[in-house]
């Protein structure tokens, strides 16, 4: 019998390496013992030494734990926890299932069956395995987080394996979809003007978690919170996800580009009481999740997704905090955007908190204190809080300003008053005193909705590809197909279409707050109709490369109007447009058809505005018109050898939609024709 076993210690959860070996540790209060299994091979079929740990020598308080000499980093192991089955009491142990480290740093897929997890009986032939990391085994060359204000920034959210998984991406096969392949893209994002990348879901999650024979595309099913998503890693080694990844986040730093995690702290892929056991539900049922209070056997589900994490129970809240630290300190990334992050503001019973724990940690932990925090503020059991959301530094997801500004440019009533505040980082909806409007989170579409092409595309949802009978996705989509729904060959309804989405970013990025734009948009991705497209693992959902040929002419424009914006010191402010004239910061100036006379009743169309910077010298006008037919629009006057230059008109062809300041056009006379459904922006600048 070897003699390298140890007691170990109850910290730090999770596999530790040291010098001489491994310590493991994982928490579970109810349980009556605990196996460490051992595998040689990622897929061996069973392990090579089972280790029983002693609740007395290898137990303290709620921790089990042993220290194994001898044992290195890339390790595969796994546990059973063995325990009373007792469903009214929320306790669910089982012994055949082999369970996923909660702390696991990198997890094996290989042989996974999801089936084997949910059904009766040893499934270690079919079960994830954890992997022994040593995070401080990597070279960061020098590199750290980056810290981009949100007034500097531009985010662009995207799907790590969609973005290069076509064929025609021009990355190698065996990159294509990977942390690796997107390496690759870099320059790309860098010529559109991103300054952030907000990645769907890469903590590992369950691809089987969707209705068969699709998958969990997106990636919200969430198994283990330390790991990176092992089929983004185009290297198949045990610890290919962890460095690749890493490499990832390095090349994106060298180019000035942030990385922002979509994180997944509200639910998990072990579902509802039917769900499959992988790690959590093994581990302490009842102390992870909540629980229906009249009936324990059953998750309460405020997510939609069958369960509900409990993230102010105490080491619920320890386990989120460190993910975060370790994704920050170990990974380098810069921020966070969490997933229906209102669930974190409910209490152990599902009732919402005045002051949540773990959000006010978050917000307060001192490693976290340069890093994006972004809050989607709500959650499916109906408690909606933007606007709301606890805290002085969370950012969140302005909703409102999508549904409004595709309302206004749909024609809908009633839309201009709240088009102003959209503009303006929707002050009504964020209230409080110093806020800086940048955390205002501005985005037309997302992941969740309508591709910008569809927007303008589809009046409904098609989302019959889901096999869902078309029930799926959201029926408010505030969308205008322009005339004929889905794929048209009518040059007139293509061109409004067109023009619709070069309003709709117009609108994004003219606006006070941070914007982010959907990937592909800027080529007009579809997804023919679909608004919830997260089991399409296939070309729906890909970004397709060759549309950089067809949409030429809209990726000119949007790369020049963000890059005008981006160096334009108007939209780089930490506080609020002010309404009235003063000499120190921006000031914002409503106008209607005529200057000073905006048009606020509810049948009206169309917005004109002024933005001027004292210290700066920037001097904007911007006209939206919405209305059906051209209006001609004053121009506020200016002082003697100034004029007006047309920067952006979206009623022109391209070249002529939009002008870099240096070749722009001078404006002649004190008014401008603005055509039916476009938007104009001018520069004021000097004739000489």
Same mark, same amino acid.
């Given at each position: 019998m070897k003699n390298d076993l140890f007691p170990?210690?109850?910290?730090?959860?999770?596999?530790?390496?040291?010098?001489?070996?491994?310590?493991?540790c994982v928490f579970s209060k109810n349980c009556e013992t605990v196996e460490l299994l051992l595998f040689d091979h990622p897929t061996a079929p069973t392990p090579s030494r089972v280790i029983h740990l002693h609740p007395i020598t290898n137990h303290t308080f709620y921790y089990w734990h042993i220290f194994i000499r001898g044992l290195k980093a890339g390790q595969v192991y796994g546990y059973r926890v063995y325990g009373e089955t007792?469903?009214?009491? %929320?306790?669910?142990?089982?012994?055949?299932?082999?369970?996923?480290?909660?702390?696991?740093?990198?997890? $094996?897929?290989?042989?996974?069956?999801?089936?084997?997890?949910?059904?009766?009986?040893?499934?270690?032939?079919?079960?994830? !395995?954890?992997?022994?990391?040593?995070?401080?085994?990597? #070279?960061?060359?020098?590199?750290?987080?980056?810290?981009?204000?949100?007034?500097h920034s531009l985010i662009?959210?995207?799907?790590?394996?969609?973005?290069?998984?076509?064929?025609?991406?021009?990355?190698?096969?065996?990159? !294509?979809?990977?942390?690796?392949?997107?390496?690759?893209?870099?320059?790309? &994002?860098?010529?559109?003007?991103?300054?952030?990348?907000?990645?769907?879901?890469?903590?590992?999650?369950?691809?089987?978690?969707?209705?068969?024979?699709?998958?969990?595309?997106?990636?919200?099913?969430?198994?283990?919170?330390?790991?990176?998503?092992?089929?983004?890693?185009?290297?198949?080694?045990?610890?290919?996800?962890?460095?690749?990844?890493?490499?990832?986040?390095?090349?994106?730093?060298?180019?000035?580009?942030?990385?922002?995690?979509?994180?997944?702290?509200?639910?998990?892929?072990?579902?509802?009481?039917? %769900?499959?056991?992988?790690?959590?539900?093994?581990?302490? #049922?009842?102390a992870y999740y909540i629980l229906e209070q009249d009936d324990k056997s059953h998750y309460a589900n405020f997510t939609g997704c069958g369960n509900t994490l409990n993230a102010n129970q105490s080491i619920v809240r320890r386990m989120i905090m460190d993910c975060l630290r370790y994704w920050v300190t170990e990974m380098h990334v810069d921020g966070f955007r969490f997933d229906l992050a209102s669930v974190l503001a409910r209490d152990e019973w599902g009732q919402p908190l005045r002051s949540p724990p773990i959000l006010w940690e978050i917000e307060s932990e001192p490693m976290l204190a340069g890093t994006k925090i972004i809050a989607e503020a709500w959650d499916a059991?109906? &408690?909606?809080?933007?606007?709301?959301?606890?805290?002085?530094?969370?950012?969140?997801?302005?909703?409102?300003?999508?549904?409004?500004?595709?309302?206004?440019?749909?024609?809908?009533?009633?839309?201009?008053k709240d088009l102003a505040a959209r503009l303006t980082a929707s002050r009504d909806v964020f209230a409080q005193v110093q806020r800086d409007p940048n955390r205002s989170i501005n985005f037309i579409t997302c992941h969740d909705g309508f591709t910008l092409n569809d927007v303008v595309s589809y009046n409904d949802k098609h989302n019959e590809a889901n096999g869902q009978q078309n029930?799926?996705?959201?029926?408010?989509?505030?969308?205008?197909?322009?005339? $004929?729904?889905?794929?048209?060959?009518?040059?007139?309804?293509?061109?409004?279409?067109?023009?619709?989405?070069?309003?709709? $970013?117009?609108?994004?990025?003219?606006?006070?707050?941070?914007?982010?734009?959907?990937?592909?948009?800027?080529? !007009?991705?579809?997804?023919?109709?679909?608004?919830?497209?997260?089991?399409?693992?296939?070309?729906?959902?890909?970004?397709?490369?060759?549309?950089?040929?067809?949409?030429?002419?809209?990726?000119?424009?949007?790369?020049?109007? $963000?890059?005008?914006?981006?160096?334009?010191?108007?939209?780089?402010?930490?506080?609020?447009?002010?309404?009235?004239?003063?000499p120190i910061s921006p000031y914002v100036t409503w106008h209607g058809t005529h200057i000073g006379q905006p048009d606020w009743g509810d049948d009206s169309h169309s917005l004109a505005f002024s933005l001027h910077h004292p210290r700066t010298g920037d001097h904007l006008h911007v006209i939206l018109n919405a209305y059906w037919e051209a209006l001609r629009f004053e121009l506020p006057p200016l002082p003697a050898g100034m004029g007006w230059w047309r920067i952006l008109d979206t009623a022109l062809a391209a070249p002529d939609d939009f002008c870099d300041p240096a070749a722009a056009p001078r404006v002649k006379g004190s008014s401008y024709q603005v055509e039916a459904r476009s938007s104009v922006l001018l520069l004021a600048q000097s004739d000489n």
């Open positions: 170990g210690q109850a910290f730090p959860l999770g596999a530790t390496v040291y010098p001489t070996g491994i310590n493991f007792r469903l009214q009491d %929320g306790l669910r142990f089982d012994g055949s299932k082999v369970l996923v480290d909660p702390y696991a740093r990198a997890v $094996i897929t290989d042989c996974y069956d999801r089936q084997a997890a949910c059904q009766p009986g040893d499934n270690c032939a079919q079960a994830m !395995r954890s992997v022994v990391v040593d995070p401080h085994a990597y #070279n960061w060359q020098g590199d750290q987080p980056l810290h981009v204000p949100f007034a662009y959210e995207m799907h790590v394996a969609g973005f290069t998984h076509h064929p025609n991406s021009g990355v190698e096969a065996a990159r !294509r979809g990977t942390f690796a392949g997107l390496i690759e893209k870099i320059p790309y &994002l860098k010529a559109l003007g991103v300054t952030a990348v907000e990645l769907l879901p890469v903590q590992q999650f369950d691809a089987q978690d969707a209705p068969w024979p699709e998958s969990n595309y997106w990636g919200y099913s969430p198994v283990a919170l330390f790991a990176p998503h092992r089929a983004y890693a185009s290297r198949r080694d045990p610890l290919g996800p962890v460095d690749e990844f890493r490499d990832m986040v390095k090349a994106l730093h060298k180019a000035n580009i942030e990385v922002i995690l979509d994180v997944v702290f509200n639910h998990t892929a072990e579902g509802n009481q039917d %769900g499959p056991m992988l790690s959590l539900r093994g581990f302490e #049922n009842r059991a109906g &408690l909606y809080q933007v606007g709301s959301f606890i805290g002085d530094r969370w950012a969140e997801w302005n909703g409102k300003f999508r549904d409004d500004v595709r309302r206004f440019l749909k024609g809908d009533r009633q839309t201009v029930q799926d996705g959201t029926d408010q989509n505030h969308s205008w197909n322009c005339g $004929i729904e889905g794929v048209t060959t009518d040059p007139r309804i293509a061109t409004l279409r067109t023009q619709q989405i070069k309003n709709l $970013i117009t609108i994004l990025l003219v606006s006070q707050g941070t914007p982010m734009l959907l990937m592909g948009d800027e080529v !007009r991705r579809t997804q023919n109709g679909n608004n919830n497209a997260y089991c399409q693992n296939n070309d729906l959902s890909w970004f397709n490369w060759e549309q950089l040929n067809h949409e030429d002419t809209l990726l000119r424009f949007m790369r020049g109007l $963000i890059r005008f914006t981006q160096e334009s010191g108007l939209f780089r402010e930490h506080e609020f447009w002010r309404g009235t004239p003063n």
